[in-house]
């Protein structure tokens, strides 16, 4: 592999698991040859992380992060600092996604408005406050790349999780204020709003029969993989991305890409694709 980010300081919140989004994108961005600070409330599933990126024969720490507590978020990047001096490529992807949360998360008549304002305390509010403290840093390094993790639960309406989804729309618009500001000082940043990514977790909590109807209106022949993402991420954090910001780059096999009827007449597209029969 090509090692697009030899040299550079990388942080990946939310990332306990090696076969989930976060995980997946901090073994990435090791392989790429960046130093990668493994971020997560829980610690003993980040050092797992770091285990298997050592394993790769990469370098990487693992810290504990609550983006909840603004003094977990001084101390957290301090100790970033003391360890590697700078950071150059920060990847926003830590989320309240428990099962509480989530439960609660139901129709607005219904909702706990406590459970809108973990979201955002924990989505927005967090995602903030990790770019607020690491813009100094940046500014001293001459620039980097801010990668935020959004949803394709942003871009469209459902029938659940509506404090999660706005909370991840906040989030987009976030990053084109932060391009918008701080182009000029060489700092870069970008979202990727994930469709269904076949994590542990999404396979945990989805139905075999609910995977195959989300499926059925995806473009392409199969549902993502944590991989994808990790490979999203590497693309925006690299110099191969140095004209792109202010994006969101949603990577959901074309979810979202057509109209609601495609799912219900591709066979019939693909039997007589020269023409329309009437």
């Not at 509480?100 to 903030?128: K, S």
């Not at 813009?135 to 949803?151: A, R, V, W």
């Not at 999203?232 to 890409?257: C, E, F, K």
């Amino acid at each position: 592999m090509m090692k697009r980010l030899e040299g550079k300081v990388a942080i990946v919140s939310g990332a306990r698991e090696v076969g989930a989004i976060g995980g997946a994108t901090a073994l990435r961005l090791a392989a790429e040859g960046a130093k990668v600070v493994v971020a997560d409330t829980d610690l003993a599933g980040a050092e797992s992380v770091v285990q298997a990126i050592a394993e790769q024969g990469g370098e990487a720490m693992a810290l504990r992060l609550d983006l909840g507590d603004i003094n977990s978020i001084n101390g957290f990047f301090a100790a970033v600092v003391e360890r590697f001096g700078t950071v150059d490529i920060l990847h926003n992807n830590a989320a309240i996604t428990n099962m509480e949360q989530m439960v609660g998360d139901m129709a607005i008549e219904h909702m706990d408005p406590d459970v809108w304002d973990r979201a955002f305390h924990i989505n927005t509010r967090g995602t903030m406050l990790m770019i607020k403290t690491v813009l100094p840093i940046m500014f001293k390094g001459g620039g980097g790349s801010i990668i935020n993790t959004s949803s394709g639960a942003s871009l469209r309406g459902d029938f659940y999780a509506p404090a999660y989804a706005a909370s991840k729309a906040a989030i987009n618009c976030l990053g084109l204020y932060v391009a918008t500001q701080y182009g000029s000082r060489n700092i870069r940043c970008n979202t990727v709003s994930p469709g269904l990514i076949l994590t542990p977790n999404a396979k945990e909590n989805n139905s075999a029969e609910q995977l195959q109807l989300i499926g059925s209106h995806a473009l392409v022949p199969e549902l993502g993989e944590p991989r994808d993402i990790a490979a999203a991420v590497a693309y925006l954090a690299s110099d191969d991305a140095r004209n792109v910001t202010g994006q969101v780059l949603v990577v959901d096999g074309g979810y979202i890409s057509h109209m609601p009827h495609v799912a219900g007449n591709r066979d019939n597209f693909n039997a007589n694709p020269s023409g329309r029969s009437c």
